[in-house]
C-alpha cells in the first residue's frame, strides 16, 4: 500500500505522528487536531478560540490532500469541558458554519478528563473522502 502523509505547507513538522494520512483509495484520515496554529502556538485560550482553530487545520489537512469541506465524511470531538460546550452552543454552530460551512458530517463527541497538551481545551479528528483526484 502507498499510504501518503499530508501535511500542510508551513506546518512546523508533527513529531511521531501524521496529520493526515491518505489511501490509495482516497480516504483521509485527519489526526486529531488542537487549537493551536501552524507553529504549534496556542494564541486562543478560550473554548470557541481553539474549536475555531481546530476546524481550520482539519480544513487546511483535508485541502492539502485535494479536498474541501464538504468531503469530510466524520468528525470526533474530545472535549476537556462538558458545561463550557453546552454553554456556548449558538457560538459553536456560528464559528463551525464559519468554518465548515452547512456540511454536518457523522458526529461524535467525547469528554475526556485531559489532552496531552495542557493548553488544548479539545481535539478534533476527522476521516474525509477525497476520492481519486489526486
Do not use: C
Amino acid at each position: 500500500m502507498n499510504h501518503r502523509i499530508i501535511h500542510p505547507d508551513g506546518w512546523k513538522p508533527a513529531k511521531g505522528y501524521a496529520n493526515g494520512m491518505l489511501s490509495p483509495d482516497g480516504t483521509l484520515y485527519v489526526g486529531g487536531q488542537i487549537g493551536w496554529t501552524k507553529d504549534q502556538t496556542f494564541v486562543a485560550k478560550d473554548f470557541i478560540g481553539q474549536m475555531e482553530q481546530a476546524l481550520r487545520n482539519i480544513l487546511d489537512v483535508v485541502t492539502t490532500a485535494g479536498g474541501r469541506a464538504e468531503d469530510i465524511l466524520r468528525l470526533t470531538w474530545f472535549v476537556t469541558d462538558k458545561t463550557t460546550y453546552l454553554a456556548h452552543q449558538a457560538e459553536v454552530g456560528a464559528v463551525y458554519r464559519k468554518v465548515l460551512g452547512r456540511h454536518f458530517p457523522a458526529m461524535t463527541m467525547v469528554v475526556v478528563q485531559a489532552l496531552i497538551e495542557d493548553e488544548a481545551l479539545l481535539e478534533i479528528e476527522a476521516t474525509a473522502f477525497v476520492g481519486l483526484r489526486n
